[in-house]
Structure formats: C-alpha cells, structure tokens
C-alpha cells in the first residue's frame, strides 16, 4: 500500500509498534496509533513528530482486552471521516500470571487472537471503503508451483496480469464462487502443488469445505477442478491490507476450542503465549479467505526475536539475560521491517507470511488445520459478529 490512506497501528506505544509509525511516517504514510495509554501514546507521537515534522500521526484509544472498546474505537474511526486503507494487528500480552480480560477470556489469548479478530472484522468494511478501484483488469493469476512459463505464460489469459506467487486462497465462499468452494468465473490464486499444501479450499482440505481444489493452473495449464475460469464474477484485486504480527513460537503451540474457556487451573506464560500466536495464524489464513471477496487482504508478519519489553520474564535472572542475550537479538526497528514490507507488498497480495524482507504462502500446517473454522465460529459467538 503506497498511497496516502492511514494506517492504524495497535501496541504503537513502543517496541516494534512504534518502530512501524516511525518507518511510516518517515514515508509519508499518515497514522493512527490505536493505544491503550493515552499518556505513551502522546509521548511517542511527539518524539515522531520531532524526527519527522508534518508527519501526519494520529492517537486514538483502544484496549484489546474489552470489546466495547474494539467497538468503540471502530466507531469513532468511522465517524472521524479518515480514509482507511490498512490495520497492523501488532498489540500483543504474554501475562505472567493467569488473568482475564474485561469479557471474561484468559488475558493473553482475548487480546493477541480474539481482540485482534474482532478488531479485523469490524474494520474490514471500513478498509474496504477506504479502498477505490479494482485494479487493471480487477483479476490477477499467479503462476502456481508446478506450473513452468511454458504451461502458464504471460499470455495464457489475456488482461490479466501474472504475479510470481500465490496471494488468494483458493475455493473460497462468497462472490465468484458456488457455495462449496468451486469458483464460477474468475482466477484463483494458489498453489497447485501434489496435496494443496498451504492454500486454504486446496486438495489437502478435502471434505472440509466440500470439493478440493488444485487451484491456479486450471485456468491455463489444465490441471485441477475449477470451472469457467474468467469471466462471470470477478472479483476486485484487494487494495486494503491487515497484517497480523505473529511469532516463530507459533510452531510450538497447540490451539483448541477448549482453550477459549481457560480456567486458569494449568496456565503457563509461554504455552499460553505460543497458543495464541499459533491461533492468529491459523486465523490469518481464515480472514484471508473471508475477506478476499471483499477486496481486503490478511497477510502475516513475524518479526523474529525482538528486543521489546515482552521477552522479560519477570525473574530474578533478567539482568544477566539481559546482558548476555539482548545484545544478540534484533532491535525494534529490524523487527519492524517484516510488517512494513507486508504493508508495501504488491496490491492483491494475500494469504502470506512475511520474514525479513522474504514471504511465501501461510504453510497447510496452519491453513489447514482442522480447528480453523471451528475457531473462528465460536470466536464470531463470543463476540456477538454471528448475531
């Protein structure tokens, strides 16, 4: 995203939040800093403002821990008339001590999973407002793996522009498509290689949302299941963006249904922590899919081991680990630079994960697990978006 559409960034008060306003505002990007301390928040601001004068920096209130927060702070974005063209989902809680949010959820996982999907939900029709036209021909086609140039050349479907990855996942309900996953008429984006892995609607989910899908090259090459490629019901190449800033603990984490009503009787911090990460993840290749149809894209971010206030851990040793390990690990603005290249990635890019400068598609591990669509439905119950 390039042009002059704000940009709301959460957890800005410091570390990798306040790394991203700043490499923002020093591109001429305008910012909203949604914060839970307004007094941090003034600070940070001023400091920005002081390294970059005119910079367009905004502070407004939002705690992730309360939905009527979230709530309220959508409302009052909608009302202030701003022009919204991306959401950096980067506030995140790694509590010490078990704790629960002000609607009932263990701390950790109602700020980093469930606050953040509200947050997502709730902003997308503002993000997708804020974004104008379609693109050059509204459809783009990927060149998927196993398709070569010479089954998926540039000229294979007229008008329609080829990007070198995957960016939306395939089979996805909504406009454009038949209700189980098959699309009626436009191109997909996704891999296409042996078992589907890493794209969501692919052949490594069937039986989860009806007929798989080896999808991308069906249009040009042959393979797959996908019907009348281009034509009927295209839809607009997304120019509104949300990243979600994960973590590399996700691959350790185990994500259940049962973990939404934690009592607290087994809670450890970094189990807790790794979880919830693991659970935006999965999620990230959710809302990729829900929102597509709606011209917004959902990538991910993983900034790496950061030097942030959130790697303490509250014990008598901190000082020496402080001493031995902070100087070999990245400084804020190193990890911020995964999120700002997500940010600045190609229009209609979605799906993927960002490290360092470098991203590929979210793996099948994540898009593909079994407790995505249960996940994201009890969350719609818990946060009253089903009603």
């Known amino acids: 995203m390039s042009d002059r559409r704000w940009t709301v960034v959460t957890g800005a008060t410091g570390g990798i939040g306040a790394a991203v306003v700043r490499a923002l505002a020093r591109r001429g990007m305008p910012v909203v800093m949604a914060c839970r301390s307004a007094g941090k928040a003034a600070r940070v601001r001023e400091e920005v403002l002081a390294e970059v004068p005119g910079a367009r920096v905004k502070a407004m209130a939002l705690d992730l821990a309360s939905f009527a927060s979230i709530r309220a702070f959508v409302a009052e974005l909608e009302r202030s008339g701003l022009r919204v063209g991306a959401l950096v989902n980067n506030a995140g809680a790694m509590c010490k001590r078990f704790e629960r949010t002000d609607d009932g959820l263990e701390r950790t996982l109602g700020v980093n999973v469930v606050g953040n999907y509200l947050l997502a939900r709730l902003m997308a029709p503002l993000l997708a407002a ?26 294979a479907v007229p008008g329609v522009a080829v990007a070198d990855r995957a960016s939306v996942p395939g089979g996805m309900r909504g406009p454009g498509t038949d209700g189980a996953g098959q699309v009626r008429g436009a191109v997909l984006e996704a891999e296409c290689g042996g078992d589907g892995a890493g794209v969501p609607g692919g052949e490594a989910e069937r039986g989860r949302r009806g007929p798989g899908l080896r999808a991308g090259c069906a249009a040009t090459c042959g393979r797959g299941e996908v019907p009348g490629m281009v ?4 839809r607009p190449v997304a120019r509104a963006r949300i990243v979600n800033v994960v973590s590399c603990t996700a691959r350790v984490g185990r994500v259940d ?27 990230s290749a959710e809302l990729a899919e829900r929102l ?32 031995l390990f902070r100087p070999l690990i990245k400084s804020p603005a190193r990890g911020a630079e995964p999120v700002v290249a997500a940010l600045l990635a190609p229009e209609g890019m979605t799906g993927e994960l960002f490290r360092g400068r470098r991203h590929a598609p979210i793996g099948s591990v994540y898009a593909g697990d079994p407790v995505r669509e249960e996940l994201a439905a009890e969350i719609e119950r818990l946060t009253g978006l089903d009603a």
Request: with cysteine.
């Open 231 to 234: 034509g009927e019901a295209a």
């Open 292 to 323: 597509a149809p709606a011209g917004v894209s959902v990538v991910a971010a993983d900034p790496g081991v950061v030097d942030t206030g959130m790697i303490s851990m509250q014990r008598w040793y901190d000082p020496l680990a402080d001493l």
């Open 257 to 283: 249904i049962a973990m939404l009503r934690d009592d607290g009787r087994h809670y450890r911090r970094m189990a807790a922590y790794s979880r919830s990460k693991r659970a935006l993840m999965i999620l």
């Open 130 to 155: 804020g974004a104008t036209g379609s693109g050059t021909a509204g459809l783009v086609a990927a060149r998927p793996a196993g398709c070569g140039p010479e089954e998926m050349g540039r000229e």
